[in-house]
Structure formats: structure tokens, C-alpha cells
T-cell receptor
Framework: NAGVTQTPKFRILKIGQSMTLQCAQD?????MYWYRQDPGMGLKLIYY???????DKGEVPNGYNVSRSTTEDFPLRLELAAPSQTSVYFC????????????FGSGTRLTVV | DAKTTQPNSMESNEEEPVHLPCNHS???????IHWYRQLPSQGPEYVIH???SNVNNRMASLAIAEDRKSSTLILHRATLRDAAVYYC?????????????FGTGTRLQVTL
């Protein structure tokens, strides 16, 4: 049981490049989330999904896209990287019952130069 | 959305109890109070949650005021490994699924 796995752990992008941050969970959780964390700040929600084929915007969705074709995977796509997207990205999942806690991955540190 | 207020930082000596306060005066009747912590260079980690009654688990205790407008996370014996940022969060029901909205949390320093 690996929990929530994020790849890559580190990445440097040039302005205008694209990339996909991968997130996979093996706990059969329906709900999955993408957060970003800027230095010294709390986490901000980018997108979330309540099940395969269903996604919704969070607080800061601009510049990102997501898809959820399977229960296990929830990739985050950056189409045209900008310096403002330099951040640490965390993926999380949780069980369906609202009272349960979230499980977070270890994060992807992205730098856009 | 209901918000929480926490001190920016706190200090504790190792082996002593730590009480981390959180104010949430606009909490609604169905909001659960969640606590997470984030160790350096790691993702947040679930600590505990509760609705009305005090809660205990292997990591900590959660004391909830009778009017639910404040709560306190209690670490019974702080260790150096408890040095982290602690987030008090009310579960947000907006949208198609409840979500966690993080503030800036309380940075706990533990010293020998």
C-alpha cells in the first residue's frame, strides 16, 4: 500500500513549456485533490475530483488542467508555464465518508525560469 | 466560508505538553474541525478531527469548546519530531464535494 504517489519530485521548466504532474493512489479513494503551496504560505486548492470523469475547479485553477479517467490517477497539466507557477504541488485523496482525513503525497517542487 | 485564526508561532520544550489554540467563531453546525500538520519538506499529515466532543488518538487530543467557537490541539509530550506547522481547518462544503481550506497555520518549535 503506497498511499499517494507523486512524480516527479523535482522539475525545472522554462517559461512557456508544458508538463504533467502525475498523481496516483492505490487506496481506491474516489476523491482526489491538487494543491499548491508557495513559500511560507498555506496550501491553495487548484482542482479536485469526486470520481472518474468528474472534476471541478478550486480556488486557483487558472493555468492548469486536470483529467480523471481512472479512480487511481489524477494528473495535473501545465500548458504554458509561467514564473508565477513556481511552487510545491501536493496531491491528496480521501475516502468517501466526509469525516475521514485526507492522505497527501510528498509533493512536486516545480521551478519555472 | 468559515475561517480559523491561529497564532503564527509557538515554542515548547521537549517532553512538555503543548496546547495549540484555534478560533473559529463563524463555524456552522455541520463543520468538522480538522487538524493537520506539515513536517519540513513533506506533505500535510492528518492529525485528528472532531465535531462536538473531545477526541483522543495516538497522536494528540482535541478539545472543543462547548459553543464550538474555538478548539485546542493538545500534544501531551512534545518531541523534536513534533516540530511542524499545524493547521486548524474547517471542512468546506462548497462545490460538489467538501474541501479543506488551509490557512497559514501555527509553526511549532520544540527545543531541548
Amino acid at each position: 500500500n503506497a498511499g499517494v504517489t507523486q512524480t516527479p519530485k523535482f522539475r525545472i521548466l522554462k517559461i512557456g513549456q508544458s508538463m504533467t504532474l502525475q498523481c496516483a493512489q492505490d487506496m481506491n479513494h474516489n476523491y482526489m485533490y491538487w494543491y499548491r503551496q508557495d513559500p511560507g504560505m498555506g496550501l491553495k486548492l487548484i482542482y479536485y475530483s469526486v470520481g472518474a470523469g468528474i472534476t471541478d475547479k478550486g480556488e486557483v485553477p487558472n493555468g492548469y488542467n486536470v483529467s480523471r479517467s481512472t479512480t487511481e490517477d489524477f494528473p495535473l497539466r501545465l500548458e504554458l508555464a509561467a514564473p508565477s507557477q513556481t511552487s510545491v504541488y501536493f496531491c491528496a485523496s480521501r475516502r468517501d465518508r466526509a469525516a475521514y482525513g485526507y492522505t497527501f503525497g510528498s509533493g512536486t517542487r516545480l521551478t519555472v525560469v | 466560508d468559515a475561517k480559523t485564526t491561529q497564532p503564527n508561532s509557538m515554542e515548547s520544550n521537549e517532553e512538555e505538553p503543548v496546547h495549540l489554540p484555534c478560533n473559529h467563531s463563524t463555524i456552522s453546525g455541520t463543520d468538522y474541525i480538522h487538524w493537520y500538520r506539515q513536517l519540513p519538506s513533506q506533505g500535510p499529515e492528518y492529525v485528528i478531527h472532531g465535531l462536538t466532543s473531545n477526541v483522543n488518538n495516538r497522536m494528540a487530543s482535541l478539545a472543543i469548546a462547548e459553543d464550538r467557537k474555538s478548539s485546542t490541539l493538545i500534544l501531551h509530550r512534545a518531541t523534536l519530531r513534533d516540530a511542524a506547522v499545524y493547521y486548524c481547518i474547517l471542512r468546506d462544503y462548497g462545490g460538489t464535494a467538501s474541501k479543506l481550506t488551509f490557512g497559514t497555520g501555527t509553526r511549532l518549535q520544540v527545543t531541548l
